[in-house]
């Protein structure tokens, strides 16, 4: 039985002895798996299989991946043969980037000063980069994506170094020392001498990732005046309004455009245009992302202030009273917009936000913003506040928002005659988006017998979004019962192939209802349930979805046991 983290482990590793080398696939997950349920006992297997160049180069690097989460070093030396590698073979080999990623040098000296000095100046400021901690994290506005906002809309602007956003191992403090001391002193004049946008944009962006070294800031005022048109005054810098004030101090020009950007902190913008004109800098950002997202991007480009604006009207609230609602209320702005505006509102403000929205449907145009919030109240847990939008939204004409009503107000705990006598009207209409709720509340009112078209809809539904939303509910109502109908959905979905584990980078697309499916098995926390998701490991391609399912599930017992109460509590 598949149980505690030891038993797994050792199950694991029984199951990787006795599984021939051909059987590539099998030999990727164990290892994978090893690097979930293992701990720093399985460090020398782990080097073993990374040294080994007879092994197949995947699993060598999911050997790599799993090490990390458990601590793995390596001496300068074999950091120098897997470089090596990279050289005498062909195909896919380790490179020094990747390596350091993800393995902790044990000591830092000559020999690997001189591999780094075999790297391009471009690579070795990326390294440089990489070892800040949460180098690229935004203190200035969030990119957060409204519920139904278009992706390409709100990432319209790639950050500075996209490839550096994820974390990396920190390595010996006298590596970055050196790195720093060497882009100071050298890699940094060969960048400029470049003359090419993306090695400016990686000097600066070496230079913001390292903004607490004095050494830094006059390199701002000197980049500042070389180039008077600089025009990367935008959120993708991932630095807070008073470092941006800090940076464009001493350079009048930079100082204007980041006026002009709306990117100071409210005091200076307030100083430098003064309270009427900086409110109609801000209703000038708005209008202009709203004609962007009405005509082709090469027509009307999004403006670089919106993001910045968008933030000032729920930090300052004369811009929230004067410019936000009377937005919000302007069916001529692009529903996108509204929408976006409703998100942030929820975020700061949800009472406020369900008011404008019930205030809202009493007029035409405001379905998609009242949708917005309707979806950020039943993806945040309703509340006694929210029950009229929710009746409201139940009355009306729009599908979607009558199922979005049926959802919030089961999750509420609506109950009563009446309230019964409403869902049985509702589990007979033509919509599964009100249908499958209106079974849960069913359901949730003791009426168990609903539980069957529950499970129909799960394994039935021609829909792959109606089928995980009847998972989803199963899961919250019946996830011990309906089990079986969980390990059906993951039985007939499909197998992955050998290239499921060969790159992390990409996260594998997986399929709604067994995403829901893996989903209601974690909640489900028992030992069967955790057997179920191990198995899905052995068959499924979805690793990061399901790492993170066996963290949150092993969590459980060892968080009881670390207070000291029963396992059954």
């Avoid at 070389?226 to 464009?248: H, M, N």
Wanted: charged residues 25%; aromatic residues 6%.
């Amino acid at each position: 039985m598949w149980s505690s983290r030891e038993s797994i482990r050792a199950q694991l590793i029984s199951l990787l002895n006795a599984t021939p080398p051909e059987s590539l696939d099998t030999r990727r997950r164990i290892v994978w798996m090893l690097g979930s349920f293992g701990g720093v006992e399985q460090l020398p297997l782990f080097r073993e299989l990374l040294l080994n160049p007879n092994e197949d180069f995947y699993l060598r690097d999911l050997a790599l991946r799993a090490g990390a989460k458990h601590g793995l070093e390596l001496s300068e030396q074999e950091f120098l043969h897997l470089d090596a590698e990279s050289r005498d073979r062909s195909g896919p080999a380790f490179v020094v980037l990747q390596l350091l990623s993800f393995a902790r040098l044990a000591s830092f000296g000559p020999a690997m000063e001189e591999a780094l000095l075999r790297l391009s100046p471009g690579l070795r400021a990326y390294l440089l980069v990489a070892q800040r901690r949460n180098p690229s994290a935004p203190q200035s506005p969030k990119r957060s994506r409204p519920t139904g906002a278009p992706v390409s809309r709100l990432n319209r602007g790639s950050t500075l170094l996209p490839i550096l956003s994820r974390s990396v191992v920190n390595q010996p403090p006298a590596f970055p020392e050196w790195l720093f001391a060497r882009w100071y002193h050298a890699d940094r004049h060969l960048l400029q001498e470049e003359q090419v946008d993306s090695c400016q944009r990686l000097n600066l962006c070496v230079a913001l990732a390292w903004r607490e070294r004095p050494e830094v800031w006059p390199l701002f005022t000197e980049w500042a005046a070389e180039a008077p048109d600089w025009d990367e005054l935008r959120v993708d810098w991932g630095v807070s309004r008073d470092e941006l004030a800090r940076i464009t101090r001493t350079a009048p020009g930079l100082h204007q455009r980041a006026a002009e950007a709306l990117s100071l902190p409210l005091p200076d913008l307030i100083a430098h245009w003064g309270e009427e004109p900086l409110l109609l800098r801000i209703e000038r950002a708005l209008r202009t992302e709203s004609m962007a997202s009405r005509v082709p991007c090469l027509v009307v480009k999004h403006p670089h202030a919106y993001a910045w604006a968008r933030d000032l009207l729920f930090d300052w609230d004369v811009a929230q009273r004067r410019v936000l609602y009377p937005f919000l209320c302007d069916a001529v702005m692009a529903s996108e917009v509204r929408s976006d505006l409703l998100e942030h509102l929820s975020d700061h403000d949800r009472s406020a936000a369900v008011r404008w929205a019930l205030a809202a449907g009493r007029y035409p145009g405001n379905t998609a913003p009242i949708n917005t919030v309707l979806r950020h109240v039943v993806a945040h847990t309703p509340t006694a506040e929210d029950r009229p939008l929710l009746l409201s939204a139940l009355h009306g004409a729009n599908e979607q928002m009558r199922g979005l009503a049926v959802s919030g107000l089961v999750a509420l705990g609506e109950s009563g005659p009446a309230w019964t006598d409403t869902l049985r009207a509702l589990v007979h209409e033509s919509s599964p988006d009100i249908r499958i709720p209106a079974a849960a509340g069913l359901v949730q009112q003791g009426q168990r017998e609903w539980l069957t078209l529950l499970r129909h809809m799960a394994t039935e539904a021609p829909s792959k979004d109606v089928k995980a939303n009847a998972i989803r509910w199963l899961g919250r109502l019946d996830g011990g019962t309906s089990r079986d109908v969980f390990a059906q959905v993951l039985a007939s979905a499909a197998t992955s192939g050998e290239d499921a584990l060969k790159s992390f980078s990409r996260p594998l697309a997986v399929a709604p209802e067994v995403e829901a499916a893996l989903e209601a098995l974690s909640h489900g926390g028992t030992d069967e349930d955790l057997c179920l998701l191990l198995n899905a490991g052995l068959r499924l391609g979805c690793p990061l979805l399901l790492e993170e399912l066996w963290s949150h599930h092993l969590a459980r017992p060892e968080d009881r046991m670390s207070h000291n109460e029963p396992a059954g509590g």
